[in-house]
């Protein structure tokens, strides 16, 4: 069984007009990796005030319109850097209407950028589309093989996606970023290690039991997309932090067409209740075990979060102290109450 362990502290203070006020504040442990969530939906009030009603989507549209022109990523086939024939012999490898190249600025031995449509310069979430980024899904896939094929030691890998400035990205036109290299991403790592430890402790695996648990539960399961189980993290260490957890599979390395297909399903509806919701930046990560075959004690899984909203002068109030230097967050809103507004996305799609 997962303990999904709480406190609860109470404070009270004396507001501006003299009246003692009480507020609640929850406590959440992550069962997995122990960093604490604090809940408080007093703090809402100050949120509202952070969030000024949320993205500014007359700016966001002039600013769709005003980067189309000159992008380097709409004019990616002609304009764009290549692998040299000895890395990728295609020079851009294309999945469907995806295309990836080498990052101009390298942080590692393999670092690409899979633009997931040349030809779609959206800066709205819910524009981007399942099936494109389906194509990058299978894109980043074939990139972390063909990695690996090349150099055995090139097996460490993140495959993420920063939208919009908000988000920690510097080109707007969506894209994901492929890094692969041979030294281990430290949170991947810890997490692997976590999650050998729970099966050697309980001889379960530690995802089986979450989703199972989860649906028990149910406020804070989604859905499936094909085979892919969405739930709200209990203990969230980002803003409105949602999982996309694949079953019985590790890896990028290993994973079908048609589960890419079903986290693209999943990432479209989250990131469209996200821009629902005023926030249309978003930041998501891939959970990836460097060798394939691990998925009996570790789920391939995809970590979404939404972002301060796109506005002039936005507080970046996901990076303040706590959960940027020591590790823990602090929430507005419950999880339960975020999955029940995703939940009506998954409308018709198989909940049981
Ligand atoms: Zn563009």
Redesign the pocket.
Known sequence: MIEFASVVEKVRLIDPAGHEVEQQIEHRTDPLTSTVASINSALSEKAKAFLLGGTDVQLLREYQEK??EG?P??SVAEKGTRFPADVIEEGQLRVGRSVAVPNLFSKMAFDAVAILD?AR?VLFPSQIGPEALADAIRLSCELVCRARARDAAQVHHVVGMNFLGPGGSSLP?PHFQVHVRGVPYSGVSRLLRSSAAFQQRTGRDYWTELIEQEKQIGTRYIGRSGRVEWVAAYAPAHQREIWGVVPGIGSLAELPAADAEGVAAGIAKVISVYEALGSHPFTFAFFSSPQPGRGKDFALHVKLCSRPPFRSMYSNYDTWFTPKLVGDDVHTQAPEEYAGLIRKQWSGEGRS
């Open positions: 980067t189309r992008c990523f709409c040349p310069h036109h």
